[in-house]
């Protein structure tokens, strides 16, 4: 796959190790950074807190979003980067076990790229996230 970080932020540890290996056995070798709340999503992205040290100019090629998260929720996430200039053209996938209609419609009122569903099956998980890495690593031409 191209070049070009992920971020999950992700707060189950189920889900994340779960993403993690359908991630490896797609043989998607991007390096995932893992954030485990919104607020700390938000501190990766615009260099604050523990990431105050963080190289700004190394976004992400795509995040990957729970909407269910401690602190911030997902959704104000998503709000807080489509608001920010150095953001707002980020790809952000929301991937939820959310199955209501209202979760899709905010999320892509508030400009969410793709809202995915997280497939309960370890196949199709693995299936959905070869398709994912596929899709936003090396199909999709970002902006530079």
């Not at 489509?82 to 952000?92: E, G, I, K, Q, S």
Request: charged fraction near 25%; glycine fraction near 4%.
């Amino acid at each position: 796959m191209r070049g070009g970080l992920i971020l999950l932020v992700e707060d189950q540890d189920d889900d994340v190790e779960l993403t993690l290996r359908a991630f490896s056995q797609s043989n998607i070798a991007n390096e995932i950074v893992v954030v485990r709340d919104g607020e700390e999503a938000l501190d990766y992205l615009f260099t604050s807190g523990p990431y105050a040290d963080r190289d700004p100019s190394l976004a992400p090629s795509v995040i990957l979003l729970d909407l269910k998260l401690p602190k911030v929720s997902g959704l104000d996430v998503l709000r807080r980067i489509r608001a920010d200039t150095r953001t707002r053209r980020l790809p952000v996938v929301v991937l939820t076990s959310s199955n209501e209609e209202t979760d899709v419609k905010a999320s892509y009122d508030l400009g969410a790229n793709s809202f995915v569903r997280k497939p309960v099956d370890l196949a199709q998980f693995i299936e959905a996230a070869h398709h994912l890495g596929l899709y936003w690593l090396v199909l999709n031409e970002p902006v530079t």
